[in-house]
């Protein structure tokens, strides 16, 4: 593939492939590292590419699996104790705890979801992509990523109740 080509794939899909990254990373920095990796990864492997599926769905999944590597990578090096001691300012503990209930809640019910309506929540929650843009990622139709996030709606909307309840 000529250099011309590789830049215009670059442009076409450098954002889709932030955003996926940032919502699987939930960190701007690590997501933009993992995501200049993915696009040289791909350069050197581009003659994998079969087109099979759009190359964005390609470029997506070569992400995932950077990200996979990287939290193995974490995992070894750094107990979680340290990490969090690390990234938490204890001044602030308080404040950020009281502001984030709602949200840690939300994400400890996602966590119990399936992995890919997991997925496609966090795509459309934080990652803030469309419908249209999830399906690619996934692999599937725009409205099957309608269908999806609608049904993780409701299963979230039920679990709040039953949350309330309690």
């Not at 699987?24 to 990796?37: F, G, P, R, S, V």
């Not at 190359?55 to 995992?75: A, D, F, M, N, V």
Request: aromatic share 12%.
């Amino acid at each position: 593939m000529d250099k011309r080509k590789v830049e215009e794939v670059y442009e076409e899909n450098v954002k889709a492939v932030y955003k996926y990254l940032f919502c699987l990373t939930h960190n701007a920095d690590l997501a933009e590292e993992l995501t200049q990796e993915t696009f040289y990864q791909a350069a050197k492997g581009i003659d994998k590419f079969r087109g099979g599926c759009k190359i964005s769905t390609w470029l997506c999944q070569i992400g995932k699996r950077l990200w996979y590597k990287e939290l193995e990578k974490r995992k070894r090096e750094i107990p979680v104790s340290e990490a969090v001691e690390e990234n938490i300012g204890f001044g602030d503990m308080e404040n950020d705890y009281l502001l984030n209930v709602e949200k840690v809640e939300l994400f400890r019910m996602l966590h119990n979801f399936d992995i890919t309506t997991r997925e496609v929540m966090y795509l459309r929650l934080t990652g803030e992509l469309s419908f249209s843009e999830i399906g690619d990622i996934m692999g599937k139709t725009e409205n099957w990523a309608r269908v999806t996030f609608y049904r993780g709606k409701q299963k979230l909307m039920k679990g709040r109740k039953e949350w309330n309840k309690d």
